[in-house]
């Protein structure tokens, strides 16, 4: 099995604060997902990108940015935190041959 | 109209029940269908996986796919109290991984 792992399991961040969340997967798979997911809302697709440099927005992309530099990195940054943002963040790895979606453990991100 | 619709639940069986879990989806072009699990305060794990109609069994788990009718179920046998979870359904309109969930059906097994 794909190995999804995200760099802070609980971030407490300040309004206005630049935040970064950080996942790496295992199996250089190319396609990897960021959702964030609130009580009521389920998961919601925040950003994707299906190759180095490559991203693209998915359905809630405001306030928030991506970086690709290396195939196994994807990582998710809030360019300046708000309130609304406090959710649970998700990373995903996809495997091509199985269509199987592989998560990680999640980051909890709560802003003050 | 959402685009994968579940009862949010709670669904409540007793301990050695069968849990029947529906979800419904509106593009006749989805292609692949997923079932995930979630315990509280941890991240969704695949359970079940299906592509083509009918049923796919793996051990206690059962999963139906009727693509003319729109829907897929998870049959739980034997349900136990930890299987007690939020099940997620999530569908795949384009092999890309950009599966599109539903918001989960909380399911409580009583001992």
């Known amino acids: 099995d794909v190995k999804v792992t995200q760099s802070s399991r609980y971030l407490v961040k300040r309004t206005g604060e630049k935040v970064f969340l950080e996942c790496v997967q295992d199996?250089?798979?190319?396609?990897m997902f960021w959702y964030r997911q609130d009580p009521g809302l389920g998961l919601r697709l925040i950003y994707f990108?299906?190759?180095?440099?490559?991203?693209e927005k998915g359905d809630i992309p405001e306030g928030y940015s991506v970086s690709r530099e290396k195939k196994e990195r994807f990582s998710l940054i809030l360019e300046s935190a708000s309130t609304n943002q406090t959710s649970m963040y998700l990373c995903?790895?996809?495997?091509?041959?199985?269509?199987?979606?592989?998560f990680g453990e999640g980051s909890r991100l709560t802003v003050l | 109209q959402k685009e994968v619709e579940q009862n949010s639940g709670p669904l409540s069986v007793p301990e050695g029940a069968i849990a029947s879990l529906n979800c419904t989806y509106s593009?006749?072009?989805?292609?692949?269908f997923f079932w995930y699990r979630q315990y509280s305060g941890k991240s969704p794990e695949l359970i079940m996986f299906i592509y083509s109609n009918g049923d796919k069994e793996d051990g206690r788990f059962t999963a139906q796919l009727n693509k003319a009718s729109q829907y897929v179920s998870l049959l739980i046998r034997d349900s136990q109290p930890s299987d007690s979870a939020t099940y997620l359904c999530?569908?795949?309109?384009?092999?890309?991984?950009?599966?599109?969930f539903g918001q989960g059906t909380e399911l409580s097994v009583k001992p």
């Open positions: 995903a790895a996809y495997r091509t041959d199985t269509g199987e979606l592989f």
């Open positions: 593009d006749r072009g989805s292609q692949s």
């Open positions: 999530a569908v795949n309109h384009n092999q890309g991984g950009k599966l599109i």
């Open positions: 199996m250089d798979h190319e396609n």
């Open positions: 990108s299906y190759d180095v440099k490559m991203k």
